[in-house]
């Protein structure tokens, strides 16, 4: 590689460190060693902490972090942790990226907040050989030793630690700090550690095993210098000190140690401490007996005593040395030099467990000097990080420029005869660039509001702080009052909206008129504006901390202040694509096609994409009838991108791919594919390892970096393809005189389609799948009411990609290829055209209406197939949205396919479907419009429970019993769905219909208190109700016998009477009328005049004589009398009807009389009457005449007028009372 020359081999992968939930934070404070520990105070300014900058870098941004990877366990293995808000909370978290499949996720996040400040370069971890835990070592400013043991059910269930956390912690404020300053910390076990001091020695903590019961001292101290306490007390009187660095109000002696390691060497019971001091040397230490064993120049050159000073290191550097153990008693020592250019030296050490070690320059002839990203900016290698292989060690570098960084990597050869260095740099693609919006126009079909929410809350793009933080500093910067009342209510994307809403008026223009165009130029201002806020302060999270090297997976990760990044294999087509200027030798063509695809594309403006991208739509989406010329005639005709380009962009073309277009081939085309196509290795492999939440995460944010290169890349192919077919001069001389190209359009489309599928996928969030109540208490360990309604609060939320197929996606336990590698043969396996993942677009419609997301469904419709099932599937989406008649359409349409039998059917639904429910499909019609009327009845959609249950009863068959069954079920489903919505017509039709006696009786006796009770008395009337009369009859008969208001409620009187007028029964008409008159006159009505009327003859007493006189009348005159039934005479002459009910009001008047002996006799009377009328007999009746009737009317019109004359007739009793 030429220099200057970047060669792009791995590409970042950008992780939000946010936590999905609040509820996944576990709070924990580490209790100080004593009462006396400093305290820290917040800092407030008294504002909120994401309406100032200061607060939001010391609340969300890391001062320091790194990731720990234990040797002993592996579930989980790896611990990322973090420094947060002032350097008094540490953050530890698992960072698998996979786990065995039934292993449970540990998915909590322990925030450890201390008394003092840490001291961020005195933090160790150590893994237990015998225990499955990890050691946390933390040094604070208060000078106090914690030591804190953590199981890995503490990241998995709340209760790990809310019961005995302070157990697990240890505080210890050593002796040997009184006078010395800690300045690193390197944990050797969990029962021993070393801490480096500013005098150049070292301190070594044993854990005390013994303690002698419980109150000795913890650890046991051992201090070690390098030239023994003589120096080391001289060191401490001022006149006497040596040459001394500044650090932190501290002056540290050039033998003080600032980066360090240890190792084993695979030894038991020896181990090595290798330091870099700030005198340029690395000594080794043998931590057992405290002996140096080996010292000398970290680049092996001989200094000039005189020049000391130009090669002190500063305190500050931390990352000059990593160790891999290659064999036991060997290991690979790499030191770096940060002096001038920086140099990297390799060692070859051996040792023993006598104590004694040879230290050899591996490249002693060689500078090992690493290349700088850049040399137009001033780069500094912030970290490295070494992995082994076969062929040798690779090297890992970190280059910092303030917010920026690089990273590279670099494999040695040392048997090279061309040196070491011979391979060269390979770079890493950093994609930290956030997308740029397009312009709004009048002629977008999307709104501006809407497409700038989608690129701000684009899943993984930016922190919910950061955006908190943004718009209140926007707010502030604007002058915009603050509506703190209704913020609380609002989401954070209607805040955002309002806000800005705010700052944009609509105002009229010169010609009187609505100015849009202006007031939408004004909101496309001031959204530029929050998102350049934006993105600068997002800057800030992505300030690069560490590199670590995952030396047994093979994957690289930076960690930066709110971000984690994977590194990962490039692609072939990613590798194409980020080295267009120097392709390999092999791919030279295939990126010249890309290129040239990708900057004729380039050219177009915002508003020819958009007429692009909709021409595009209907290609994907749309029925095609037409033949491939055609379709690359209507794509051409309705983009019209030929319009707006220029002779000079055509012709950029003809240089790129040759006169006529002679280097496009279909070989090449082919090539162009194949870096497309899924690696056959993925294919039809058994999923030994599941991803965790972390390993999700990476390949969700790589899926969706994937899928837009390749669908930028596909897209800028299919416009040039047109373009080319369309350009030319002579028939001879087109493209398709050469090949195929409708073919090649039809495999863009569809590579298109797919990409089109899984970027919706990716971007698209919902919350997860609720857990079951059994397994969520058993996960996370508490079934507090607390923690149940916290967890019912605060849904995950993740994206439909992880929800849908989440189970697919993993690795194989014969993974022989390193984790960046595999991660990225996934992600190009699932947004492959040609990959084993089926995305089924109505199994994940199921699945989203299973759980509740109609509105998700809905926007894949597009994607939907033209089956019986997909269009039924369909019909359940819009039926979800309460879109009746679009969801009536799509299950008509799919009724036939649905109905017709398959010898082997797939139930594959995601549970949408019971078997109750697949058993009524591909059954018949009748099942099948059976099915449909369920689902519309469970909707209470009763029109079309009607409409359906209708279809069914058409194609059922009564001579099976099977269907006679379905057809009484449906039958009833149509009565009571006719009924409830009074389609009273359907209804009587159903009864009519109905083989079953007891269910038309009961279903009868419904319809009629239906009608009765909404009024339909005419309709009721009017139906025909064919060998059903007699029964009405009887029914509302009843009702008239049990009514005993018959002035208020359903008037049963009327209707029935009616009912047998219609049917020329006026006698039987005049009888209910006379059972009503006899109610009147019990109710008193007699006695109330219609004075408001101006009759005072007028009551309802005389008016119910009138109605049963002129309906009597109608009958012949032989035939003009009623029978009634005869009361039952007590012996003071009151009667109980003997078929009636007993009147309780009757009753209480008789329990409410003066005389007690009077009182007990009446009840005794009524007692006997009404046992007589529980016995089944004949009732004793007498004949009512037409002249009885016109008789009795006159003598109530008598009464009535004496009445009115204060002519009153006293009976006995009142006669008695009188006396």
């Known amino acids: 590689m030429a220099p200057g020359e970047v060669h792009y081999v791995y590409k970042e992968t950008r992780l939000n460190l946010e936590p999905q939930s609040a509820s996944s934070i576990v709070q924990l404070r580490v209790p100080s060693a004593s009462s006396h520990s400093r305290t820290v105070s917040r800092i407030t300014n008294g504002a909120s902490i994401s309406e100032d900058e200061k607060a939001y870098r010391v609340k969300n941004l890391a001062t320091a972090s790194s990731i720990y990877r234990r040797k002993h366990h592996d579930s989980p293995r790896s611990f990322l942790w973090r420094v947060l808000e002032n350097d008094t909370i540490l953050s530890i978290r698992a960072a698998d990226v996979c786990k065995r499949q039934k292993e449970p996720d540990a998915t909590l996040i322990l925030h450890l907040k201390f008394n003092s400040l840490l001291r961020t370069s005195c933090i160790g971890f150590a893994d237990c050989a015998e225990h499955d835990a990890v050691t946390v070592f933390v040094v604070d400013h208060a000078n106090v030793l914690h030591s804190i043991t953590l199981r890995p059910d503490a990241f998995r269930k709340r209760s790990a630690t809310e019961t005995n956390f302070s157990d697990a912690c240890k505080s210890y404020s050593p002796p040997g700090f009184g006078f010395k300053y800690p300045h690193r910390l390197v944990a050797v076990s969990p029962d021993q550690l070393i801490v480096t001091m500013h005098d150049g020695g070292i301190l070594r903590f044993d854990k005390n095993k013994s303690l002698e019961a419980t109150h000795g001292s913890p650890w046991k101290e051992t201090i070690y210098n390098v030239a023994g306490w003589g120096q080391s007390l001289r060191g401490l009187v001022p006149f006497q000190r040596t040459q001394t660095v500044r650090h932190e109000k501290i002056n540290m002696e050039l033998t003080a140690a600032t980066s360090v390691a240890a190792t084993s060497m695979g030894y038991d019971d020896t181990n090595f401490l290798f330091t870099i001091c700030l005198d340029h040397r690395m000594r080794v230490w043998d931590v057992r007996t405290g002996q140096i064993l080996y010292t000398g120049d970290i680049l092996n050159t001989s200094r000039d005593p005189q020049e000391v000073g130009k090669w002190i290191i500063e305190p500050s550097q931390s990352n000059l040395i990593r160790i891999v153990n290659t064999a036991q008693g060997q290991c690979l020592v ?12 390799f060692w070859k050490v051996k040792g023993n467990n006598q104590g004694s070690v040879l230290v050899a320059d591996l490249f002693p002839n060689h500078n090992l000097t690493p290349q700088a990203p850049s040399s137009l900016d001033v780069w500094t290698l912030a970290d490295f990080g070494i992995a082994q292989h076969d062929e040798g060690p690779e090297i890992w570098t970190l280059w910092k420029n303030n917010f920026t960084y690089r990273v590279q990597t670099l494999q040695l050869r040392p048997k090279s005869s061309a040196g070491p260095w011979s391979a060269g740099w390979k770079s890493v693609f950093l994609d930290n660039v956030p997308p740029t919006a ?10 501006a ?9 684009f899943p993984g793009r930016f922190a919910r702080s950061t955006l908190e933080t943004a718009l209140a500093m926007y707010e502030k910067g604007s002058g915009s009052a603050k509506d703190t009342s209704s913020r ?18 609509l105002d009229q223009g010169s010609a009187g008129r609505m100015d849009y165009d ?3 130029a004004s909101s496309e201002v001031q959204w530029r504006r929050f998102y350049r806020l934006l993105v600068e302060l997002d800057k800030q999270r992505g300030e690069a901390l560490s590199l670590v090297v995952d030396m047994d997976l093979g994957m690289p990760w930076v960690l930066c202040a709110d971000i984690a990044v994977a590194i990962r294999q490039c692609s072939s087509l990613d590798a194409v694509c980020h080295n267009m200027n120097a392709p390999e030798k092999n791919s030279e063509d295939v ?16 508003g020819m994409l ?16 037409k033949t491939d010329e055609e379709r690359l005639q209507y794509f051409s005709d309705k983009a019209g991108f030929w319009r707006q380009v220029t002779e000079e962009e055509c012709n950029q073309v003809v240089d790129s791919l040759g006169p006529n277009f002679r280097t496009v081939t279909p070989s090449l085309y082919e090539d162009l594919f194949d870096l497309l196509r899924a690696d056959n290795d993925e294919n039809s492999r058994e999923l030994q390892f599941a991803f965790t939440n972390l390993g999700r995460s990476v390949v969700v944010r790589a899926t969706q970096d994937t899928s837009d290169l390749h669908w930028q890349i596909l897209f800028s192919q299919l416009i040039l393809l047109v373009h080319m077919e369309f350009e030319f001069d002579n028939e001879e001389d087109a493209l398709h005189s050469r090949f195929d190209v409708g073919a090649i359009y039809r495999k863009i489309i569809a590579a298109l389609r797919r990409l089109e599928h899984v970027k919706w996928m990716a971007k698209t969030e919902m919350n997860a799948p609720a857990v079951p109540a059994s397994r969520r208490s058993s996960v996370s360990g508490s079934s507090s009411p607390a923690a149940s309604k916290r967890g019912r609060d605060e849904p995950q939320v993740i994206t439909v990609l992880e929800c849908i197929l989440g189970h697919l996606l993993g690795l194989s336990e014969a993974e022989s290829q390193p984790l960046m590698t595999c991660i990225t043969n996934v992600v190009t396996n699932l947004c492959a055209f040609d990959s084993d993942i089926d995305l089924l677009p109505y199994l994940h419609q199921c699945f989203l209406l299973k759980a509740d997301r109609p509105d998700l469904a809905l926007q894949l419709s597009p994607f939907a197939g033209q089956d019986a099932f997909a269009t039924y599937v369909q019909g359940r989406v819009f039926l979800a949205l309460q879109d009746y008649d679009t969801a009536a359409m799509y299950f008509k349409k799919a009724a036939i396919g649905l109905s017709i039998s398959h010898r082997n059917i797939g139930r594959h639904s995601s549970g949408l479907l019971d078997d109750t429910e697949w058993n009524l499909l591909n059954n018949g019609l009748p099942k099948y419009h059976s099915h449909i009327v369920n689902l519309y009845e469970k909707q209470k959609a009763y029109s079309f429970v009607i409409e359906f249950a209708r279809l069914a009863l058409q194609f059922t068959n009564l001579h099976d019993p099977e269907s006679a069954s379905i057809n009484s079920e449906l039958l009833s489903r149509l009565f009571s769905a006719a009924t409830i919505i009074s389609h009273f017509d359907v209804a009587h039709s159903a009864l009519l219909a109905m083989k079953d006696e007891a269910m038309q009786k009961s279903y009868l006796r419904k319809l009629i208190e239906k009608m009765c009770e909404t009024g339909q008395n005419r309709e009721l009337v009017s139906l025909p109700f064919a060998g059903l009369q007699d029964k009405i009859d009887e029914i509302l008969l009843d009702k008239c016998r049990t009514a005993k208001d018959v002035l208020n409620g359903v008037p049963y009187h009327q209707i029935l009477y009616a009912w047998r007028v219609s049917r020329n029964d006026y ?25 408001d009327r101006g009759d005072v003859m007028d009551t309802a007493v005389t008016r119910q004589f009138l109605l049963l006189i002129n309906a009597l009348s109608c009958v012949e005159e032989g035939q003009a009398f009623i029978l009634e039934d005869v009361p039952e005479q007590t012996a003071n002459g009151e009667g109980v009807a003997l078929g009636g009910v007993v009147d309780i009001e009757r009753l209480a008047s008789v329990v409410g009389g003066r005389e007690a002996g009077e009182k007990d006799a009446r009840l005794e009377q009524l007692g006997k009457a009404v046992a007589r009328a529980g016995k089944k007999r004949e009732t004793a009746r007498q004949t009512v005449t037409l002249a009885d009737l016109r008789k009795q009317y006159q003598e109530e019109l008598d009464r009535v007028v004496a009445i009115q004359n204060d002519q009153y007739e006293f009976g006995d009793e009142d006669a008695m009372d009188l006396a």
């Open 438 to 447: 397009q312009t709004s126009s009048s002629c977008d079909p999307t709104d």
């Open 449 to 457: 509001t809407e497409r700038w929410l989608d690129l701000i809350f």
């Open 591 to 606: 990126a010249a096609l890309v290129k040239t695809g990708l900057d004729f594309v380039d050219n177009f403006s915002d």
């Open 610 to 625: 958009q007429l692009c991208r909709a021409a595009l739509q209907s290609e994907m989406f749309e029925d095609q009838a």
């Open 488 to 505: 609380g209510s609002r989401t954070l994307a209607e805040s955002i909206c309002a806000v800005i809403g705010s700052t944009t008026t």
């Open 1067 to 1091: 006698r039987g008409g005049a009888a209910v009328l006379l059972d009503r008159l006899r109610k009147l006159r019990e109710m008193g009505e007699g006695d109330r005049f219609g004075a």
């Open 518 to 520: 202006q007031f939408r």
């Open 334 to 345: 790499v030191t770096y030099s940060p002096i001038g250019a920086g140099e990297f030296k």
